[in-house]
């Protein structure tokens, strides 16, 4: 059974930095992609980062070069370093997993079929 637990979110103010994690459990990390997506209030839940079992990694137009995935193999932890926060940034942020022998990873929610509980992440101005 996939597990996924995030942890590290919280309030920041505009310009700051936070860290999230996400331990994953229950499945092999050669065969899946694994990321950050997120929901804003009345917003539908967009893709913010993946990392696919070869390193691989996509973005979303709005979070380049702002934020960074990265992965703990051994420990099977997901990061998403997360610097130069803007108010927008503001929501809801998962972990997602999904499962896959594709050889290339997507940053659309409805390909993951795995997802934690969420960590909220909230920006001022």
């Known amino acids: 059974q996939v597990q996924l637990v995030e942890s590290g979110g919280g309030a920041v103010q505009a310009g700051g930095s936070l860290r999230l994690s996400c331990a994953a459990s229950g499945y092999t990390y050669r065969s899946a992609c694994i990321g950050w997506f997120r929901q804003a209030p009345g917003k539908k839940r967009e893709g913010v980062a993946v990392?696919?079992?070869?390193?691989?990694?996509l973005y979303a137009d709005s979070v380049k070069g702002r934020f960074t995935i990265s992965q703990d193999n051994a420990k099977n932890i997901l990061y998403l370093q997360m610097n130069s926060l803007k108010p927008e940034d503001t929501a809801m942020y998962y972990c997602?997993?999904?499962?896959?022998?594709?050889?290339?990873?997507?940053?659309?929610?409805?390909?993951?079929?795995?997802w934690g509980q969420g960590t909220q992440v909230t920006v001022s101005s």
């Open positions: 990392i696919g079992s070869d390193g691989d990694t």
């Open positions: 997602a997993v999904e499962l896959t022998s594709r050889g290339y990873c997507v940053i659309v929610p409805s390909f993951y079929d795995y």
